[in-house]
T-cell receptor, first 114, second 110 residues
Framework: EPEVTQTPSHQVTQMGQEVILRCVPISNHLYFYWYRQILGQKVEFLVS????????KSEIFDDQFSVERPDGSNFTLKIRSTKLEDSAMYFC????????????FGDGTRLSIL | GQNIDQPTEMTATEGAIVQINCTYQ??????LFWYQQHAGEAPTFLSYNVLDGLEEKGRFSSFLSRSKGYSYLLLKELQMKDSASYLCAVSLISWGKLQFGAGTQVVVTP
């Protein structure tokens, strides 16, 4: 069964450094999402992406965050200058159709900011 | 504002049935999803309701009442591997983003 893959599984970074989290969505999916989950808290929406542009973003997704689909398969989340509070599990998800089709989640990247 | 409520934890015995309730107050409702999440792992899709009524899928069933802003997930013939967090998530009309509840931790005991 096709799946969403994310790399790395765990990233440890010094505060203030840039990080790039990578995702390969399911190949025939058109809608891409990033969510995050701080330890012990609920899953929170960050951004949705369709047709090579951001379709919606949350208040969390400030100027320090950006997303890109550099080629036909990868979907990346960049955090320019990381803060301690960015420590969380970051999930990439994709769906074939927005709303009425389930979003399939990758295994996540655990980001630890020191 | 958006609000999704579900119980924090439920405990049940192997072989039993458990019902996890979810109430929501959102604008732009486009459907309700249930996901299962084992500790440290990704949410995995269980079921989806957009119309009122019951959807059955093996041991799992989900019900929706849009007028009441209410859904439940029913887990039958509980197995030890069903011990996990169950997430209620509302899909919103705007680009299908999911608004998650805090999750219900189900503990299955022998």
């Amino acid at each position: 069964e096709p799946e969403v893959t994310q790399t790395p599984s765990h990233q440890v970074t010094q505060m203030g450094q840039e990080v790039i989290l990578r995702c390969v969505p399911i190949s025939n999916h058109l809608y891409f999402y990033w969510y995050r989950q701080i330890l012990g808290q609920k899953v929170e929406f960050l951004v949705s992406f369709y047709n090579n542009e951001i379709s919606e973003k949350s208040e969390i997704f400030d100027d320090q965050f950006s997303v890109e689909r550099p080629d036909g398969s990868n979907f990346t989340l960049k955090i320019r200058s990381t803060k301690l509070e960015d420590s969380a599990m970051y999930f990439c998800a994709s769906s074939a159709k927005q709303g009425h089709q389930p979003q399939h989640f990758g295994d996540g990247t655990r980001l630890s900011i020191l | 504002g958006q609000n999704i409520d579900q119980p924090t934890e439920m405990t049940a015995t192997e072989g039993a049935i458990v019902q996890i309730n979810c109430t929501y107050q959102t604008s732009g409702f486009n459907g309700l999803f249930w996901y299962q999440q084992h500790a440290g792992e990704a949410p995995t899709f269980l079921s989806y309701n957009v119309l009122d009524g019951l959807e059955e899928k093996g041991r799992f069933s989900s019900f929706l009442s849009r007028s009441k802003g209410y859904s439940y997930l029913l887990l039958k013939e509980l197995q030890m591997k069903d011990s996990a967090s169950y997430l209620c998530a509302v899909s919103l009309i705007s680009w299908g983003k999911l608004q998650f509840g805090a999750g219900t931790q189900v503990v299955v005991t022998p």
